[in-house]
């Protein structure tokens, strides 16, 4: 009757223990399923970083050329608007001197060159453009201009390669942790794997470091997923 009790605890200890490998066993295979998708997930979004940044390169790029024209059509607006302004004051001075001829040619070179200018007005982005208190054209303002086509074109398409980085270096170190974890859980398992196949009083050593290693994973992803929730990690 001894020999059957003993063999009745024999089998409800491997009962036991097989229950704990094939539960080990299934969060195993969950754990090794939610590393890879979260290692998929972060080439993925590197690869949404690459493409944002490159977007945001080709938006800079065209927008930077199309500042320098606005600029190159900004120098000749002013240039010539200070030609103009100048020449008319020479002729005002030699029609004064009483030299009316030398006047009036002076007097169609600004004509000329306030056409000039006004023809250069034309091609800047006017809506740009810098005035001081007098009202005067001072310069083109490039960086606004650059802030409001990377803005128009976020509409359309990703240009914010930042975020995308962000995600993926996230996705890696969560890779990495559940990669980590699932070492810890095949050590869990091998444990148990030595209590089930033992037949000396040491499985009873394997069978409770299995089990606490495991209790310990256990605890380690509520911590996590708290704190995840709570905002601290």
């Keep these: 009757m001894a020999e059957n009790k003993s063999k009745s605890k024999s089998n409800r200890f491997e009962t036991v223990v097989t229950v704990l490998i094939a539960v080990v066993s299934t969060v195993i295979a969950l754990v090794a399923s939610q590393s890879a998708v979260a290692s998929g997930n972060a080439t993925e ?6 493409l944002a940044k490159i977007n945001l390169e080709r938006i800079d790029g065209s927008s930077r050329a199309q ?9 000749i607006y002013r240039s010539n608007r200070d030609l103009y302004s100048l020449t008319i004051d020479y002729a005002a001075k030699a029609e ?3 030299n009316a001829d030398q006047g009036t040619q002076l007097r169609l070179e600004a004509a000329q060159q306030l056409e000039d200018s006004n023809n250069a007005y034309r091609f800047i982005a006017s809506n740009y453009l810098v005035q001081d208190a007098n009202g005067e054209y001072t310069s083109f303002d490039d960086q606004n201009y650059l802030n409001d086509q990377q803005q128009a074109a976020s509409v359309f398409e990703d240009i ?8 993926a270096n996230r996705l890696r170190t969560q890779s990495l942790t559940l990669g980590v974890s699932l070492l810890a859980w095949f050590i869990a398992l091998m444990f148990l ?6 037949k000396s009083a040491l499985r009873w050593v394997w069978l409770v470091a299995g089990v606490l290693l495991s209790l310990a994973l256990v605890a380690a992803y509520l911590i996590s997923g708290v704190a995840h929730m709570m905002g601290l990690g």
């Design 67 to 75: 500042i320098a024209h606005n600029q190159r059509a900004f120098s």
């Design 45 to 50: 979004a590197q690869h949404d970083g690459v």
């Design 193 to 198: 794997t030595w209590a089930d196949i033992s």
């Design 96 to 98: 004064a001197a009483g």
């Design 160 to 167: 914010s390669f930042t975020d995308n980085f962000a995600e």
